[in-house]
């Protein structure tokens, strides 16, 4: 996956959309199977608690379908941009103590890695307004860089691809 570049107040706008039309879908939803399936198969002891559950499960099962038929629309770009990228970090995260160990050792691609995710991290984490650990983020940085300048390797985020994962 390829970093882009993307327009934090357009993201945080549609992101926000997103959200609250997906609690909203989701109350409605459940609610509504939920009392239809009351209506046709009322509990003589009242408990109507699997038909809740099967609303809420129902209701779930439909967002996630129209999500994913949306996924392409233009107004969901930045939406699902950031979130494959939350994914290709959680990626790299699972795997970054053997890439920390490679990238000691002078293993290029690690340290490619390693970069990528610190690029993505920032990048993330100032579409979300986390700035706190932006200083710590700095610091594994510059120590990533010493160590690339230490083994001549050059870290260009654009040239990562998740393939370089699979040797670790």
């Not at 609610?31 to 809740?52: E, K, R, V």
């Not at 999500?67 to 979130?83: A, D, G, N, R, S």
């Amino acid at each position: 996956m390829q970093l882009q570049e993307i327009d934090k107040s357009r993201y945080r706008k549609h992101l926000n959309w997103v959200i609250g039309t997906c609690i909203t879908a989701l109350t409605l939803g459940s609610l509504g199977i939920a009392h239809i399936l009351i209506q046709l198969f009322p509990d003589s002891d009242g408990s109507h608690f699997h038909w809740n559950l099967l609303g809420v499960v129902a209701s779930c099962a439909i967002i996630t379908c129209i999500l994913k038929h949306i996924k392409q629309h233009p107004f969901m770009t930045e939406v699902v941009y950031v979130w494959e990228l939350k994914q290709a970090l959680n990626q790299i995260t699972r795997k970054m103590p053997k890439l920390k160990k490679a990238a000691q050792q002078g293993n290029a691609d690690a340290m490619l890695a390693i970069h990528y995710s610190y690029v993505g991290s920032r990048q993330l984490w100032m579409l979300d307004d986390n700035t706190i650990t932006l200083e710590e983020l700095s610091i594994w940085q510059a120590e990533l860089d010493e160590l690339a300048a230490q083994y001549k390797v050059t870290l260009d985020a654009s040239h990562y691809h998740e393939q370089i994962l699979r040797a670790f």
